[in-house]
């Protein structure tokens, strides 16, 4: 069973960093093209960042370039996203989502990690 | 960057009737490469239509997608107490992915 677990998450203030993990399981986590999706609270979805299956290519979002890096570790199955100089608007949970093989779309999520920023 | 804007943002509707959810892209979206996902109060999306056409795995075949270029549907053909959720269209052809704003189908 594919599962994606995110975890670090939490209340940072505006200016801060946080670090995001996602354990991945219950599939060749090196065989696929990752990305980070958030969500503010009572708004839709919005794609984040996306790192190739071999970590080759990134990219981002404009709302976070220069300040947030996606990165993987194919070795421990973890995705990571380092997000700094947080603001306000940056609040949301934080989606670790997994494409399928090919030219598909993401299949898969995890539950989601929720981050606040706030004075 | 594809701008997807999905009509109506609310779909008030009963158990049984046919519900027709509408994506429109700013631009012609790259070999139809459009999902729809799901979600419900408090969970993660789910992954229905892919390719604009193609259920994903174990999704019920009275969710049927289709369109292409720039107008996508995505239709319910008798909803489901369950079935009573957030949708979104994806496109997933060209960088940065973006997605559409959600209609919510409601009783």
């Known amino acids: 069973e594919v599962q994606l677990v995110e975890s670090g998450g939490g209340l940072v203030q505006p200016g801060g960093s946080l670090r995001l993990s996602c354990a991945a399981s219950g599939f060749t986590f090196s065989s696929n093209r990752m990305h980070w999706v958030r969500q503010a609270p009572g708004k839709g979805l919005v794609w984040v960042s996306f790192i190739s299956s071999d970590a080759k290519t990134t990219s981002y979002a404009d709302s976070v370039k220069g300040r947030f890096t996606i990165s993987r570790d194919n070795a421990k199955n973890t995705l990571y996203l380092q997000m700094n100089s947080l603001r306000v608007e940056d609040m949301a949970v934080y989606y670790c989502?997994?494409?399928?093989?090919?030219?598909?779309?993401?299949?898969?999520w995890g539950q989601g990690t929720l981050v606040t920023v706030s004075s | 960057e594809i701008v997807l804007t999905q009509s109506p943002g609310t779909l008030s509707l009963s158990p049984g009737e046919r519900a027709t959810l509408s994506c429109r892209a700013s631009q012609s979206v790259s070999s139809s490469y459009l999902a729809w996902y799901q979600q419900k109060s408090g969970q993660a999306p789910r992954l229905l239509i892919y390719g604009a056409s193609t259920r994903a795995t174990g999704i019920p075949d009275r969710f049927s997608g289709s369109g292409s270029g720039t107008d996508f549907t995505l239709t319910i053909s008798r909803l489901e107490p369950e079935d009573f959720a957030v949708y979104y269209c994806?496109?997933?052809?060209?960088?940065?992915?973006?997605f559409g704003q959600g209609t919510k189908v409601e009783i």
């Open positions: 994806q496109q997933y052809g060209s960088s940065p992915r973006t």
């Open positions: 989502a997994r494409d399928g093989v090919g030219p598909t779309p993401i299949d898969y």
